[in-house]
């Protein structure tokens, strides 16, 4: 029952929540049926028919409506006395700048993306409002409190840049080949072979799109009496050729793009050489459908190939043929499993169609099938928990309640018999960039960089600034915005590609550069170090930014304070360096990793004793940092015990990469 004090602290608080989406929606009810009165709501997204399934603000009817302006009018429906004010608005848009947050107690991230949630930390810490930040992957999630000062802020600890597939991104805009591969699965797999009743986009889009040459038939379903051949080689060409060309003819999406070629059967393989490869009779010799193979019958043998697109060609619509001739009646039950041959065949081989078509690199079976089995799937409970824990730390926060502030994880098995497990917020670190005015330093060979690799690498890719001004002393070398005078915009164009050391104002070891962004209102310092090589392997940017890190690892056993990166790979990657094969996901709020049950099992047993759930303390894990061994370095867990096991302010259980979101 909440107290007085916490409803009056509820009723007068004017809260931003950023993103309506898992957790949007989850969000915005929980704050409406908890009593907050004035809430507004930016998410620059529409609804997409994939939504639905989580997105419970949302319907059918809304797909393509604008998702803060939907859950609004949703919520309004059970709370029509409160205010609601939604903006179909990208949060990095100017008019959001640090006198908007500022009219705002707290603000409330439910975001999809690192780049937005680096934005609105940078604004908030500008701002002086308490962040809460949040994020779901599968059964994992996580709630933090920032708050400048006290506690640390959202980028204290560098972290990998999450793993996230805007659905238009699979749909419409692929730029990478795990891009094709969740389309290939997720839409073209679904489609062809999974439950036909389910909507998903592909289906939106191919019949919309089909709508007057098909009389708005599902061009998808095979005819009746359709020859099998005749059949793929129609798939194919409605899905690599026509639905491409439908694409093309939208110039608006390909200004800034490549433009993805259509590509036909007949212009992918002759004519002749489907009807000549492919023996049913071979395969539907065998008893076990599981065992049926296209590259089987197709005499391909290695996995590690990269097929050709003519290979991966008639590997697709060999492996559709399979499918229909001898797993008939799995058709329209099947989802698919990294563990089905043909299934991963199929998928490998769309994928690879697709990305040719867009230019992407194409990938070899056991590759596409080492993405394709890791995809995490978003679960609503889990959204619907955080979403929870969030409005119970905006409510702390509202109560100025610093001491009780929690970052909670939410686990997927128990440890301790806790799935949920509270975590006291650790302090600002000394060395960050973003709250604190401790200079970085740059390594890169001033005689070589261009000032633009400055830019795109280090300000944009790695600081997260969107509208950098570049200072060295009081000349400036670099600035963007719309009322520059024409003259200054060619000479900027002009710095950007001249080599340091040859700027107007030269750049060499022991310059001090200030790099600032007028909207975050950021500035920091970057001492540049003259380095004449770099690893092209370990260093492929040829160029180091250092400075910015977390305490050592000997600082840590001192300070008793963070853990999460103590013997994983991790712990000095940099921040927006991708590892996409790790792990990846389709859905919103990716940001945890998931983590193997035998893993927290093992935590479990190292963090209780066998005869009750408390630790002894004069175990030998007291005061010590114990690591999992384990032969992967990607999802390690890591158990602190403190010797004060009753306390969860002073427990800290962790997965390593959850505290890097
Ligand atoms: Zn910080």
């Known amino acids: 029952m909440a107290s007085q004090q916490q409803l009056s602290a509820v009723k007068g608080a004017k809260v931003l929540m950023v993103g309506a989406g898992g957790i949007g929606c989850e969000l915005l009810k929980t704050l409406a049926l908890s009593g907050f009165q004035d809430i507004h709501i930016i998410d620059m997204d529409t609804i997409e028919v994939s939504n639905l399934n989580r997105q419970f603000l949302f319907r059918r009817s809304h797909v393509g409506l604008s998702k803060a302006k939907v859950a609004r009018d949703a919520v309004l429906?059970?709370?029509?006395?409160?205010?609601?004010?939604?903006?179909?608005?990208?949060?990095?848009?100017?008019?959001?700048?640090?006198?908007?947050?500022?009219?705002?107690?707290?603000?409330?991230?439910?975001?999809?993306?690192?780049?937005?949630?680096?934005?609105?930390?940078?604004?908030?810490?500008?701002?002086?409002?308490?962040?809460?930040?949040?994020g779901t992957t599968g059964f994992l999630g996580q709630v933090t409190v920032h708050l400048k000062g006290k506690t640390e802020c959202y980028e204290c600890q560098p972290k990998p840049a999450p793993k996230t597939y805007p659905v238009c991104t699979i749909t419409s805009t692929p730029s990478k080949f795990v891009h094709c591969i969740v389309w290939a699965k997720d839409l073209l797999f679904a489609k062809l072979f999974g439950d036909t009743t389910q909507d998903n986009d592909l289906n939106v889009r191919s019949s919309d799109?089909?709508?007057?040459?098909?009389?708005?038939?599902?061009?998808?379903?095979?005819?009746?009496?359709?020859?099998?051949?005749?059949?793929?080689?129609?798939i194919f060409d409605h899905v690599f050729?026509?639905?491409?060309?439908?694409a093309l003819s939208n110039e608006d999406t390909w200004k800034n793009r490549n433009r993805p070629r259509p590509i036909y059967s007949k212009d992918a393989l002759p004519e002749k050489s489907i009807k000549q490869n492919g023996s049913v009779e071979k395969n539907g010799s065998t008893d076990d459908p599981s065992s049926v193979s296209a590259m089987a019958s197709l005499g391909m043998r290695s996995p590690q190939d990269v097929w050709s697109l003519m290979e991966n060609s008639k590997v697709f619509l060999e492996a559709l043929k399979l499918f229909f001739t001898t797993r008939e009646k799995e058709i329209g039950s099947l989802s698919f499993d990294k563990d089905d041959q043909l299934a991963v065949e199929f998928v490998t081989a769309a994928a690879n169609i697709r990305a040719s078509s867009f230019g992407i690199p194409l990938h070899s079976l056991f590759e596409a099938k080492g993405i394709a089995g890791?995809?995490?799937?978003?679960?609503?409970?889990?959204n619907a928990v955080i979403a929870g824990l969030i409005v119970i730390e905006a409510i702390k926060v509202l109560q100025n309640d610093t001491k009780n502030y929690r970052m909670t994880y939410c686990l997927e098995y128990p440890t301790k018999n806790m799935l949920l497990m509270p975590v006291e917020p650790f302090e600002p670190n000394k060395s960050c960039y973003v709250c604190?005015?401790?200079?970085?330093?740059?390594?890169?060979?001033t005689y070589q960089s261009k000032l633009r690799d400055f830019v795109e690498k280090i300000v944009k890719a790695k600081l997260g600034m969107h509208s950098p001004i570049i200072m060295h002393g009081s000349a400036?070398?670099?600035?963007?915005?719309?009322?520059?005078?024409?003259?200054?915009?060619?000479?900027?164009?002009?710095?950007?590609?001249?080599?340091?050391?040859?700027?107007?104002?030269?750049?060499?070891?022991?310059?001090?550069?200030?790099?600032?962004?007028?909207?975050?209102?950021?500035?920091?310092?970057?001492?540049?170090?003259?380095?004449?090589?770099?690893?092209?392997?370990?260093?492929?940017?040829?160029?180091?930014?250092?400075?910015?890190?977390?305490?050592?690892?000997?600082?840590?056993?001192?300070?008793?304070?963070?853990?999460?990166?103590?013997?994983?790979?991790?712990?000095?990657?940099?921040?927006?360096?991708?590892?996409?094969?790790?792990?990846?996901?389709?859905?919103?709020?990716?940001?945890?990793v998931p983590t193997k049950k035998r893993k927290l099992s093992t935590a479990s047993k190292n963090a209780t004793s066998p005869s009750s759930s408390k630790v002894p303390a004069d175990t030998d894990n007291h005061g010590k940092v114990e690591e999992i061994d384990d032969d992967d370095?990607?999802?390690d867990v890591v158990v602190?015990?403190?010797?004060?096991?009753?306390?969860?302010?002073?427990?800290?259980?962790?997965?390593?990469?959850?505290?890097?979101?």
């Open 241 to 246: 050729g026509y639905n491409i060309e439908m």
């Open 436 to 445: 604190s005015e401790t200079p970085l330093s740059l390594e890169i060979n």
């Open 77 to 134: 429906r059970f709370r029509p006395n409160i205010n609601i004010t939604p903006y179909h608005a990208n949060v990095k848009d100017p008019d959001f700048n640090v006198d908007f947050f500022k009219k705002f107690n707290v603000v409330l991230n439910g975001l999809d993306n690192l780049d937005a949630r680096r934005h609105v930390n940078r604004l908030c810490l500008a701002a002086d409002v308490p962040l809460v930040e949040s």
């Open 633 to 635: 370095d990607d999802d």
């Open 209 to 234: 799109a089909a709508g007057s040459s098909e009389n708005s038939k599902d061009v998808f379903e095979r005819r009746k009496d359709e020859d099998i051949e005749d059949y793929g080689r129609r």
């Open 640 to 661: 602190m015990l403190d010797g004060n096991p009753d306390n969860t302010k002073t427990r800290r259980v962790v997965t390593s990469k959850n505290l890097c979101v």
């Open 476 to 592: 400036l070398l670099y600035e963007v915005g719309d009322d520059l005078e024409e003259d200054m915009v060619a000479n900027y164009a002009a710095n950007l590609e001249k080599v340091l050391s040859e700027l107007p104002s030269p750049v060499t070891g022991g310059t001090m550069l200030t790099v600032e962004d007028m909207q975050q209102e950021l500035v920091c310092n970057v001492n540049i170090k003259h380095r004449e090589e770099f690893d092209e392997e370990k260093e492929p940017d040829g160029m180091v930014l250092v400075g910015w890190s977390q305490p050592s690892s000997t600082e840590k056993k001192e300070e008793n304070h963070r853990v999460s990166d103590v013997g994983t790979s991790n712990s000095s990657r940099p921040i927006a360096e991708l590892n996409e094969d790790a792990e990846i996901s389709t859905m919103e709020e990716t940001d945890v």
């Open 374 to 382: 890791n995809i995490v799937h978003a679960v609503a409970t889990t």
